[in-house]
Each structure stands twice: as structure tokens, then as C-alpha cells.
């Protein structure tokens, strides 16, 4: 299996659970970032047996393994920044921007928390063993207690695992 694994080479969006099987890493994004926010493009990637880079939920790892994903903290303070400056200044700029500016301009405000992110991804592309073991590692967190959090689906979790239980998933292998 390794050796099939480490065949896939690039890192793809998150599409669509079949669109994702070609490749080690996927990025699941998300339009909107809160706590408890999670959509089923996390899901896509795991399912899919690659490793998601994630950048979304704080909280995340309430619900699923963090040693089955790449948690790209980004301060979303430094984002809306960005998104507030971007609006003042827009008038300004003739588009279509070129990559290079559109890199500056991003750069000022997110580029230390992207370059951590980038060093963590590039960390487990060189390292075979731990990308292996982060796709073996179960997937959901089966905890008490989120009932009552912001992860108001604590049920339709629960249905979630008891269904990959049935089915003996590979997502809940140890």
C-alpha cells in the first residue's frame, strides 16, 4: 500500500470525493472560517485517502484526529486585514492583478502563517513513514461531550461513525 500511496505526487482542492484519489495532500477550503464550522470537503480528503491541509475551524480537532490532517493556523485577524485593506485600496489597482503582486499583497499580511503551513507540508512529503501513519491513523475522535458545543451535530457524527464502523472502515484502523 505505501508504495502506491507515494506514488500520488501533488496537492489538489477539494472538489469531489473521486477527484481527490490521485493525490497525496488535498486543500479543503472553506468560504466562511468560525469554530465549529466544517463542511463535507474535509471529509472528501479523508475519505479519499489523502492527507487534507486544512485551513478553517479553530476547532476542528474536536471532531476529527488531528494527526490525520495538516492544521494551517492562519489568524483570520490578519485575513480580515487583508480583506479590509483590499477594499480600501482596490480603486487603485488595475486588474487583472498579476501573480506577482497578488503574492505581495497576500504576502504582508498572511505570509508567515503560510510558509509554517508550507514547512509542515513539505515536513510530511519528505518523510514517508509519518505520511503513512497519518493515513492510518483514525479519522473521527469519538468523544463525549460536543453535544453542547458549537458542534451542534454531535448526533449526525455519531451516525457518521457508527456507519464506518459497520462498514469497517479503514478511517477508524489504529
Request: glycine share 6%; proline share 4%.
Amino acid at each position: 500500500m505505501a508504495s502506491a500511496i507515494l506514488q500520488r505526487r501533488d496537492i489538489v482542492p477539494s472538489l469531489s470525493l473521486g477527484y481527490h484519489t490521485d493525490f497525496l495532500f488535498c486543500e479543503p477550503s472553506h468560504r466562511f472560517v468560525f469554530a465549529g464550522y466544517l463542511t463535507e470537503k474535509v471529509f472528501n480528503g479523508l475519505f479519499a485517502q489523502t492527507v487534507p491541509i486544512y485551513f478553517g475551524a479553530p476547532n476542528i480537532s474536536q471532531l476529527i484526529n488531528p494527526e490525520r490532517f495538516i492544521f494551517c493556523d492562519v489568524s483570520w485577524e490578519r485575513i480580515r486585514a487583508m480583506r479590509e485593506e483590499h477594499q480600501r485600496v482596490r480603486q487603485k489597482w488595475k486588474y487583472p492583478m498579476s501573480m506577482n503582486a497578488t503574492l505581495d499583497f497576500t504576502d504582508k499580511f498572511v505570509g508567515k502563517d503560510i510558509a509554517a503551513c508550507v514547512q509542515k507540508v513539505a515536513e510530511i512529503d519528505q518523510d514517508s513513514e509519518r505520511y503513512v501513519r497519518m493515513l492510518r491513523a483514525p479519522a473521527i475522535l469519538r468523544q463525549k461531550g460536543l453535544e453542547k458545543t458549537e458542534f451542534d451535530g454531535y448526533n449526525v457524527s455519531e451516525g457518521v461513525f457508527s456507519l464506518l464502523q459497520t462498514m469497517g472502515s479503514i478511517l477508524l484502523r489504529e
